[in-house]
């Protein structure tokens, strides 16, 4: 059963709280706040309670030495706006200066650490740098389900140094979404999975290969496993090394009845910058590129959805932030929210395609871990969750 932050006494305790706040930066400031807004409600909750807050997180990919241009610093009057009350900026992860500031700091109070991925114990998970982190807290809660299929120090090294960490609120609800699809979906359970490799989500294939009821393929993983049929993709993006793997899934979800559904129109051109033009499955010319679904395949994936109870998508129809590519991807953003299934979409490019057709509100669950969700449906242990977990 999974330790929850609601039932930790935090009055006059300091809390370490790890959080996602891996937003999108560009010269200094702050692009997208999403990140930003999920996490402030357990912030708030954790200083209206009398905790002294220390948050921290990582931004980007910081190979374990300080970088200006992937600071947290621009982070914390973001965070401070939506959880209404000052946070103080860290200029230190775990160091002395980080040490002085918690030591000066009164219950309600929030603070907010530099970069974990500053430190180089940070990805390693070094039992060093996951001691020095527990020595600034009293308790330890892990609200970053994003990061949570990581063995890093600031999840699941500084987690065994407590002897009750807990899950944040935001976690707790993504393991439930979640473990509603993998463990208890409602059926009939229709998986829509794209996005450029198959290599990424092998795992995760496999598995709703024998979950699904349904298993819709689009994007650049449709590719090869069109390519794995015998069917000609021209220069599209695919892994023709993985075709054995592709026939394997759809052998396999074919023996337990398991429709698998690949496109049967595409939307092809010579490059992103061209104008597109639709053609059949098996029309593709050697000089094409497969960059979206064509409008059959958008109806076929529509009428799939509209008779599903329990729905998972991730990953694009196409190269979708372009105008002439993104109409499979809306289409599938618009059947999902016109569904009366449950409806879990996990991955960033996959939520932002439900923010860009405006239908975020009306999708059951939007999680914030593309990679931790995949790997939490495809059954893999999550050490950040892991040591959240009663005995």
Known sequence: MLRQMDALDVAGKRVLVRLDLNVPLKEGKVRDDTRVREAAPTVKALAERGAVVIACSHLGRAKGKPDPALSLAPVAPILAHHVGRPVQFVPDTAGEVA?????????????????????????????????????????????????????????????????????????????????????????????????????????????????????????????????????????????????????????????????????????????????????????????????????????????????????????????????????GTMAIARALADSKAFTVVGGGESVAAVQQAGVASKISHVSTGGGASLEFLAGDVLPGVAVLEEP
């Open 99 to 327: 040490r002085q500031m918690v030591a000066a700091a009164k219950p309600g109070d929030v603070l907010l650490l530099e970069n974990t991925r500053f430190e180089a114990g940070e990805e390693a998970n070094s039992p060093e740098l996951s001691a020095r982190l527990a020595a600034l807290a009293d308790l330890y809660v892990n609200d970053a389900f994003g990061s949570a299929h990581r063995a890093h120090a600031s999840t699941a090294g500084v987690a065994s140094q407590f002897a009750r960490p807990a899950a944040g609120p935001l976690m707790a609800r993504e393991l439930a979404a979640l473990g509603r699809v993998r463990d208890n979906p409602e059926r009939p359970f229709v998986a829509v999975v794209g996005g450029a490799k198959v290599s990424d989500k092998l795992g995760t294939l496999k598995a709703l290969a024998g979950k699904a009821d349904t298993l819709v393929l689009i994007g650049g993983m449709a590719n090869t496993f069109l390519f794995a049929r015998g069917v000609g993709i021209g220069a599209s993006l695919a892994e023709p090394d993985l075709a054995s793997e592709a026939r394997e899934i759809m052998a396999a979800a074919e023996a337990r009845g398991v429709k698998v559904l690949l496109p049967t129109d595409v939307v092809v051109a010579t490059d992103v910058d061209s104008p597109g033009r639709v053609v059949a499955v098996g029309g593709v010319t050697p000089t094409d590129k497969i960059l979206d679904i064509g409008p059959a395949s958008r109806a076929a994936i529509a009428t799939v959805l509209a008779g599903a109870r329990t729905t998972f998508w991730n990953g694009p129809a196409g190269v979708f932030e372009k105008p002439a590519f993104a109409e």
